[in-house]
């Protein structure tokens, strides 16, 4: 039975049965045998997405509503019926490639005038009604705050024939308040690995940040949905959860006369998930550095299934660029930070985001962002070029420094920070990691590929049988990447080193 006959089967018992259109007909190929029915919404969808993982969350939770509603994947953008492109706006870059893409979709539309095409994410929160100006081929425009209605709008497109909008995201503090914030944000069931979201927004407004108007007003999830959410997760096979937020370890923070201090709540999250039964590992990211109190690093050190694994953005070295910045903390207490962190959890490993070319930064103060670097030997960075985004404080300074410099800049931290991950890894050649095995690896099919709770990729030798399950692998190779390693024969279905942590607890 073709697609379209099962649609139509579907469309049979639906109370909102409508003609079907010419275009469905002729797909097909039976136009004359079908020409009272109609398609009320598509039933195909691709879904393109850009940014970070709170994106790539996103995209799963809307990919769970489509498939709810009947839809299938479709294998690619040209054989869809609705394309959804899911967009970042943190560095002019992948705007940009999302403008690119919205062009080639408005050729594919010029042939098939019933595809519908949605923008959601950053950009769409960003933009706003001012993106369909730019790029009339979108029928259907979501805000970050509205990923639970897109497939609801996504039919009305198509059954209305209207474009749809919703851009309503808190701005203020009240608002973030009374912001409707009930509602699961488990995406995806029945995978290894989970993203999960559990506060949004962010309210640090960093000069140079996006994030704030794209995601609005920081606000966290209930704790008892959050851990409602982990067991639902456990129950379906995931083993490995990663909680998110844009500043995770302010998790519950409250305001006090003006003063944002912290009741022991993330710490106390951590400690209620790592009771749940059939979740092996917990990961969070990213950690802002003024939020890093005590009792968190207690927990990490202390529970058994938190990984070992914290990454601790410090964006620049000196102390006027980051006073600038608005990031909350000097270059001295990060470094103390950092020293508390690799006394109390041994083998911590640590990762950090850098940006070089801040409105302003000289010479000298780069140098400090390059000692920062050789000093405190981080195991990887993301490192990037400072990109002016519209409406940040940052981009209406005046001193912006000249392109040419500002890649020189990055290409420096990136051969720097390259050897350091390199030299760190060559160094764990010999050791034994444990490796949550995800299955063959795609690039290298006849490796075994999973992660170490440092977040290590590692490739190794073993059997397909593994996957799903804790291997210990001798590494044999370290690289920028990651370790090459041999499967040790020692298996398990949970992990052996919470189990080391806890028995040492
Ligand atoms: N909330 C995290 C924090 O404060 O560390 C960062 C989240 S942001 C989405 C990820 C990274 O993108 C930042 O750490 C920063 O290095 C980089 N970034 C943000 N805005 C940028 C800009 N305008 N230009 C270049 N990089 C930027
Ligand atoms: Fe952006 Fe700063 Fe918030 Fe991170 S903490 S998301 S860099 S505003
Ligand atoms: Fe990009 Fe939005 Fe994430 S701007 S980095 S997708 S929060």
């Given at each position: 039975m073709t697609q379209l006959k099962e649609n139509l089967i579907q469309i049979d018992f639906s109370p909102s049965v409508r003609e079907l259109t010419r275009l469905d007909l002729e797909a097909d190929g039976?136009?004359?045998?079908?020409?009272?029915?109609?398609?009320?919404?598509?039933q195909s969808y691709h879904i393109i997405t850009y940014g970070c993982q709170f994106n790539v969350s996103d995209s799963e939770r809307i990919e769970a509503q489509l498939k709810e509603q009947g839809m299938s994947a479709a294998s690619d953008e040209a054989s869809a019926e609705l394309v959804l492109i899911n967009t970042c706006?943190?560095?002019a870059n992948p705007e940009n490639k999302v403008l690119s893409k919205l062009g080639e979709l408005r050729l594919l539309k010029q042939d098939r005038p019933d595809l519908v095409v949605g923008v959601c994410g950053c950009m769409a929160q960003r933009e706003g009604e001012a993106l369909l100006k730019q790029?009339?081929?979108?029928d259907l425009l979501v805000g970050t705050?509205?990923?639970?209605r897109v497939s609801e709008l996504a039919q009305k497109v198509r059954a209305t024939r209207s474009r749809q909008v919703a851009l309503e995201i808190p701005t203020t503090r009240t608002e973030a308040l009374a912001?409707?914030?009930?509602?699961?944000?488990?995406?995806?069931?029945?995978?290894?690995k989970s993203f999960l979201p559990i506060i949004e927004g962010c309210?640090?407004?960093?000069?140079?940040?996006?994030v704030p108007k794209t995601r609005g007003r920081e606000r966290s999830r209930p704790m008892e949905e959050i851990v409602r959410d982990v067991e639902r997760l456990a129950a379906n096979g995931c083993k490995e959860v990663t909680l998110l937020g844009q500043?995770?370890?302010?998790?519950?923070m409250i305001e006090d006369g003006g003063h944002r201090k912290s009741a022991p709540h993330f710490a106390y999250l951590l400690e209620r998930l790592n009771?749940?039964?059939?979740?092996e590992r917990i990961r969070f990211t990213s950690s802002h550095p003024a939020d890093f109190r005590d009792e968190m690093i207690n927990a990490i050190a202390r529970?058994?299934?938190?990984?070992?694994?914290i990454h601790l953005p410090?964006?620049?070295?000196d102390n006027e660029v980051l006073r600038r910045m608005g990031r909350g903390y000097t270059r001295e207490a990060y470094i103390a930070l950092v020293q508390k962190i690799r006394e109390r959890i041994p083998n911590v490993v640590l990762t950090t985001d850098i940006m070089v070319?801040?409105?302003?930064?000289t010479d000298a103060q780069h140098e400090k962002t390059a000692e920062l670097v050789e000093e405190l030997r981080f195991d990887s960075a993301y490192m990037f070029a400072y990109s002016p985004r519209p409406d940040?404080?940052?981009?209406?300074?005046?001193e912006q420094v000249p392109r040419a410099v500002k890649k020189a800049r990055l290409n420096q931290i990136i051969a720097m920070q390259n050897a350091i991950t390199c030299e760190i890894n060559a160094a764990a050649v010999g050791s034994e990691v444990e490796v949550l095995v995800e299955g063959?690896?795609?690039?290298?099919?006849k490796l075994m590929t999973g992660l170490t709770r440092g977040n290590k990729t590692v490739n190794f030798t073993g059997?397909?049988?593994?996957?799903g399950q804790f291997a210990r692998v001798s590494v044999t190779e370290g690289h920028l990447w990651g370790f090459m390693g041999e499967w040790t024969g020692r298996v398990s279905l949970s992990s052996f080193e919470a189990e080391r942590k806890g028995a040492a607890a």
């Open positions: 039976e136009a004359g045998a079908f020409a009272l029915a109609d398609a009320p919404r598509p706006s943190v560095r790029a009339p081929v979108i705050a509205n990923v639970p912001f409707e914030r009930g509602g699961t944000r488990v995406g995806t069931m029945g995978k290894l309210d640090k407004f960093c000069a140079f940040c996006i500043t995770v370890n302010a998790y519950g009771n749940v039964e059939g979740i529970l058994p299934k938190v990984c070992e694994w410090f964006q620049a070295g070319g801040f409105p302003g930064e940040t404080p940052a981009a209406v300074l005046g063959p690896s795609q690039k290298n099919p059997p397909e049988a593994l996957r």
